[in-house]
């Protein structure tokens, strides 16, 4: 779309979400806000959570791989089609990166919600972005992003960049198909999982070499562009805090960013989307080292897991944002209108167990809970009741919290992980009050390899005597109320039990 | 009247001193606790002992007490899972793919050896010896699907 060519506006009536879970549950509450209907898309298993009965309308995908589901565009185009819609948000994941089916869904006539199918691609691939951001002026890690993917010519390359090295699928992102590499004789084992981890995640085994920094910092600019050529940044945030190369805290400000290094940031992040002509909201990613100096890692060209940090410090509703520009819209501010005002933080709520190697685990959500606190938001994809499968990513819900300070932020987001609990399934949730609570994370020591650093810091605690004896009167005054002596099974709780139960079978009409 | 519970799979002893509707009076490991029950409701309570209010959550045996969870069960239910022993076996924490086996039967491992590679939930998984020891049985080859908490090595 050239700058200064005419921009036809044209309003969204229906938007079909191509995703699931807590993210078309949020993208559905804006579309209401806006007076916009939406449609849902769904698989046999997942009949009874609650993105398949949210929106206005919904369509089953049928059984089977994601293949079969969430990534066959031809079906969602069709159910897209045949319902009436007129636009597609794509979300996160799945195919929010796939320049084919942003193409397919422009050529079947709808409204993309995303950037054109030319950034996709340009961005999307790891190599011809580096290349692209270079032309540009903008700083990126010395690596080698060939096409000789052979063994020993990588290895020859990883010697040459000097040790640590970080293999990387081409096609990657979420760390699948990742691996640091501290000596050469480790080369080989990890050049063949980063691989078949590859092919596994993206059906495409090319992989990259970069030079391994190692106390960097992850920080990322939020960028949103309308189609007149207004390109503006949404300042930073910080997502250092990472296991399994996926962040788990993310918050804006980032303790580390000055004022200075903010301009200069947002500058480069500026200087990209004006570069490339970009469309909508992306995330462009950073990573920062000690001495100050910023690099650019790669630029995510969707809606990202943690834009409510954004949201909570600007204000804005980005999914808001997306829409407005999708309907050819002007962006209605100027950059100097933008404040990010008090400290937000974000964590990930993950069905996994953190005190052993993060082993994603399954179960029944008996319990979600709800919080009491005010500025503190739970994008939650499931209701008590629901089963979390292997089918999916394990992420159960995101909480955030505001707060003028980033400790009210830290000490608010403790109270609400004490209230949202996700009884049944084992979470992360202990873990993550364990890293707010850390006096390191309150002064913002917070580096990439912050779960590693402070492992030991990290571990459970031995609760006290006192906990003890108050988990017992519980059980004291619990087994009273069932009517059993000794038997602490709730009643109260049995009967809400039964009420999911019976209900199951009506929601699988 | 003295009580049993099994708290985190440890057996705790209490001797219950008075109690009413909304107040329990008990002894535990020498020392004397007063709680009061203050409200109750959607399966949640609030205690208060000493002056200080703590939030309950609770959903069947699970208790979550001021932020941190407890499994609280009664002592017949749970001695089975108390008596787990390890036999040596390698289970599969969660259904998944093996994607890759890095030992062969007789190859001697100590704990922490990495015994094979499992994909669940899109992610690689190294599962590790538990104990030190000779490969007896490899039970699974190369791409089978497994089911969670199966077996998947013998070491002995």
Redesign the interface.
Known sequence: MKNNSKVEVKKINKILIANRGEIALRIIQTAREMGIKTVTIFTEEERGLPHCTAGDEAFCLGAGSLKDTYLNQAKIIEIARSCGADAVHPGYGFLSEKSSFSKLVTASGLIFIGPSSESIDLMGDKKSSKIKIQELGVPSIPGYHGDNQEMSHLCKEACRLGFPVLIKASAGGGG?GMRIVNFESEFQSAFE?AK??AL??FGDDTVLLEKYITSPRHIEIQVMSDKHGNHFHLFERECSIQR?YQKIVEESPSPAVTPELRAQMTAAALKITSGINYIGAGTIELILDTDEKFYFLEMNTRLQVEHPVTEMVTGLDLVRLQILVAQGEKLPFKQEDLKQAGHAIEVRLYAEDPD??F????GTI??I?KSTLLHTRLDCGYIDGNEVT?S???MLAKLISWGETRDLAADKL?LA???I?F??VKTN??YL?RILSLSEYRQGITFTNFVKTYEDKLKPKK?T??????????????S??NGH??????G???K??DVWSSLSGFRNI | MKKQFVIDDEIVDVEVVDESASFVLFNFEGEEYSVNLGALQDGKMVLNMKGKNRPVILADTHYVVDGQEFVIDAPRRSRKKIKSVDHGQMKSPMPGKILKILVKVGDEVVAGTPILVMEAMKMEHTIKASKAGTVLQIHFKEGDQVAGGVELVNVK
């Open positions: 699948k999982g078949r981890e596994n995640s399994r052993n190697d082993l994603p685990s399954i008996k319990k809970g292997i999916f990513d394990p403790i992980l004490n209230e609990v009884i049944g949730r202990d009050k609760k005597k006192e906990e003890i004896a108050l988990a017992i009167a519980a059980a004291l005054f619990s009273k109320i002596n000794g038997n602490p099974a709730n109260e709780i049995k809400s039990a």
